[in-house]
């Protein structure tokens, strides 16, 4: 009986058939040398992770990830944002915020040493499945009008596949 089971999760997986919204949200990895999970928060129609679909296989894709499951306090917070053209990624941004804003300072993939991949991004209805991973060195951006410095940097190593949420405008 057991056999049977896992063969038709197998089926269903391999199948395709296992909905994007059902799929576990991960945000997650190394960041200057520590495990670090982060939490794609929603709340009603407001989610931390969305995506816009601007037309032609273009798509807008905003991830940003929480230290604290519970609150949206912007302190440690992980930010990637990227853009597509027909499935492929026409640029992106990684941010580690290390203040209580966006503002820096800040760790950016602006000036950084990093090298993104997405594996998968699928759109189901009101949802897309996102995954990837972002690894190499992000650096420091210490004030507005500052160029980043890589030598103050810090290293990182996160896999992502999250549900975003349709922005629809």
């Known amino acids: 009986?057991?056999?049977?089971?896992?063969?038709?999760?197998?089926?269903?997986?391999?199948?395709?058939?296992?909905?994007?919204?059902?799929?576990?949200?991960?945000?997650?990895?190394?960041?200057?040398?520590?495990?670090?999970?982060w939490f794609i928060l929603s709340q009603y129609d407001d989610a931390s992770a969305t995506f816009t679909d601007i037309g032609d296989g273009d798509y807008l894709i905003d991830i940003v990830g929480f230290a604290d499951p519970d609150g949206r306090r912007s302190r440690d917070s992980l930010s990637i944002s990227m853009a597509l053209k027909d499935g492929e990624v026409?640029?992106?941004?990684?941010?580690?915020?290390i203040g209580t804003s966006a503002m820096p300072p800040v760790?950016?993939?602006?000036?950084?040493?990093?090298?993104?991949?997405?594996?998968?991004?699928?759109?189901e209805g009101a949802v897309a499945r996102v995954a990837g991973s972002v690894q190499g060195t992000l650096a420091l951006q210490e004030a507005l009008g500052e160029p980043p410095n890589l030598e103050e940097g810090v290293d990182i190593a996160v896999t992502f596949d999250i549900t975003a949420s349709r922005i629809e405008y």
């Open 1 to 37: 009986m057991k056999q049977w089971g896992a063969m038709v999760l197998s089926t269903i997986l391999a199948g395709g058939f296992w909905s994007v919204s059902a799929m576990a949200e991960r945000l997650e990895g190394e960041l200057d040398g520590t495990e670090r999970e």
């Open 90 to 97: 026409l640029n992106y941004d990684v941010l580690n915020l």
């Open 107 to 123: 760790y950016t993939s602006e000036g950084g040493d990093v090298q993104f991949t997405l594996a998968t991004f699928a759109v």
